[in-house]
């Protein structure tokens, strides 16, 4: 078994392999043993025919096609690193030479890790983060919390009012036709949430219980239905019920419960501490992105296509599994958003070429600064998803073949030049 690389223009290239024709016959032979059974003729049971008499009746190439799928899914990951070249894409294959007793030989059209030419990224000026926590802000995180403890009474002598939590039977028209998920019974609706489309919950103000009161909305231009964008629409909408929201008194009381603290002023110094380091590190996160911008925005480097699309079926996968996690299938997300695979990788491209500009040039700074992750550097990291994951360091490093490893090490590598470029970094 051999590779050969040609390089193409804007850093693809096109592998040769080739293996022997000994595997050849092994493969077709492995092949044969899959699939007699499926194979019957006039004298002969299921799975008991010669292969001789199956490639003299149905043609020498009959198992041609799946011996090759074979070959390749066996031979192409191995040969892709032997290659001595760096592969960022999924291939595009093309068998060359493919009978009985002779090599077997396919192409594989890939993408390269592609060249980067550094600008500056030592002593960049990026814009100094505000860190400061102010008294609204700290008001505001103490409302969150009142919210959080607040509790609702049932109300019957009065309208609905801004901020209420209503009971809601509901019914949409788009000219006087009723349409497909426009309809809901006994629907919890928080007024003021703006969960409904623009303009709908305002309208409920003033609502009675019991009382049917037309909505008149318009669905917006980017709605996702496509049938409903842009139309005016009629909701029939009736309160079954209305709950107050009462807030609890903010007081050492309230302080008392919600904290460790025994009164409103230290649970206020503890609130604005928390801000505090949430704004530091909020602030370190920024000045970190900033400066890798500005050396992406200096840097030069041709990204191949097909890199792009590896990155951008990544993130569409990486989406699919979040999902998954919540109990949707990505296609039933597609059905109820009106989207598609391609929309949504067409979406993404952008922040996929962000992705890879960003690795490509911490990657180049890893090199350039000679920066490398020590032994240290991988226990301490086994360490931190030791006491994420609630496991044993052992039994976390025991998942780690050298292949994991060697990447986990280069991940470390490249954190390494972000803290690197950042320290060097300047505020203004």
């Not at 060359?96 to 890790?113: D, M, N, S």
Request: include cysteine; aromatic fraction near 8%.
């Amino acid at each position: 078994m051999s590779v050969s690389v040609e390089k193409l223009e804007h850093s693809m290239a096109k592998l040769t392999i080739e293996v022997s024709a000994e595997e050849l016959e092994q493969a077709i032979e492995r092949t044969y043993q899959k699939q007699k059974g499926k194979i019957s003729a006039p004298g002969f049971r299921k799975g008991k025919m010669p292969r001789a008499l199956i490639e003299k009746m149905y043609g020498e190439g009959i198992f041609y096609e799946d011996a090759a799928n074979d070959l390749i899914n066996r031979t192409y990951p191995q040969e892709a690193e032997n290659c001595g070249e760096d592969v960022v894409s999924a291939p595009q294959i093309a068998v060359t030479q493919l009978k009985a007793g002779k090599p077997f030989i396919y192409t594989a059209e890939v993408a390269l890790k592609p060249p980067v030419s550094l600008g500056k990224y030592k002593g960049v000026e990026v814009e100094k983060q505000d860190t400061e926590v102010t008294d609204e802000e700290v008001d505001a995180e103490i409302k969150k919390e009142l919210e959080k403890n607040a509790k609702y009474n049932d109300v019957t002598d009065r309208a609905v009012k801004d901020g209420d939590m209503i009971t809601l039977d509901f019914e949409g028209f788009v000219d006087g036709e009723a349409f497909k998920g426009g309809k809901g019974e006994s629907y919890p609706l928080t007024i003021g949430s703006h969960s409904f489309i623009p303009g709908f919950e305002e309208q409920l103000v003033g609502a009675e219980i019991d009382v049917e009161k037309d909505v008149n909305v318009t669905f917006p231009e980017d709605y996702q239905a496509e049938e409903l964008k842009g139309k005016a629409a009629v909701f029939k909408c009736t309160v079954k019920a209305i709950r107050e929201k009462i807030l609890p008194e903010l007081d050492d009381a309230f302080a008392d419960e919600v904290s460790e603290f025994s009164t409103l002023a230290e649970y206020k110094d503890d609130v604005k501490k928390n801000l505090t380091v949430k704004k530091e590190q909020a602030a370190k996160t920024a000045k970190e992105n900033a400066v890798v911008d500005a050396i992406i925005a200096d840097a030069s480097m041709e990204l191949p296509e097909p890199m792009i699309k590896a990155q951008q079926d990544q993130m569409v996968d990486e989406f699919a599994q979040r999902m998954q996690m919540q109990g949707l299938s990505i296609d039933q997300y597609f059905q109820y958003t009106g989207s598609t695979r391609e929309k949504m990788e067409e979406e993404l491209k952008p922040q996929a070429e962000k992705r890879i500009k960003t690795r490509l040039v911490l990657e180049q700074v890893v090199k350039d600064e000679n920066i490398e992750a020590t032994e240290e550097d991988f226990e301490e990291e086994i360490k931190k998803m030791a006491e994420s994951y609630k496991m044993e360091a052992d039994k976390i490093k025991e998942l780690f073949d050298e292949k994991s490893k060697k990447q986990m090490m280069q991940d470390l590598a490249v954190q390494k030049a972000v803290t690197f470029v950042t320290e060097a970094a300047t505020e203004k």
